[in-house]
């Protein structure tokens, strides 16, 4: 059975840092690319950033990119979400997931929540102001 498993999530200040991980378990993952997204109360699920099977490529929403990094130890079946400068609208729970296609690495489709099969069940980050 496939399981994801994120941790690191807490309660931080703005300004503050944090490394989310998702553990997969119950298959390998590395033909796959892997994406983490998030969900604040009353919102709708957002993406955050994804990565490629072989951490080549890399994609970040725009109001994430150049605070947060993904990356990504295939051999631990395991992608990170470090998230820098957090700002109270971070404030959400962020999820992470696994790409449905395998081995593509091309620029489609890496925001689009169908476009992952695998999911797990969340981290919570409050970041106060």
């Known amino acids: 059975q496939v399981q994801l498993v994120e941790s690191g999530g807490g309660l931080v200040q703005a300004g503050d840092s944090l490394t989310l991980s998702c553990v997969a378990s119950g298959r390998t993952f590395s033909s796959y690319g892997r994406g983490w997204f998030r969900q604040a109360p009353g919102k709708e699920r957002e993406f955050v950033a994804a990565i490629s099977p072989v951490g080549r490529m890399t994609y970040y929403a725009n109001s994430m990119k150049g605070r947060f990094t993904i990356s990504r130890d295939n051999a631990k079946n395991t992608v990170y979400l470090r998230m820098n400068s957090l700002k109270p609208e971070d404030t959400a729970d962020y999820f992470c997931?696994?790409?449905?296609?395998?081995?593509?690495?091309?620029?489609?489709?890496?925001?689009?929540?169908?476009?992952?099969?695998?999911w797990g069940q969340g981290t919570q980050v409050t970041v106060s102001s």
């Open positions: 997931a696994v790409r449905r296609r395998p081995n593509y690495s091309g620029p489609s489709g890496w925001g689009l929540p169908d476009e992952y099969n695998y």
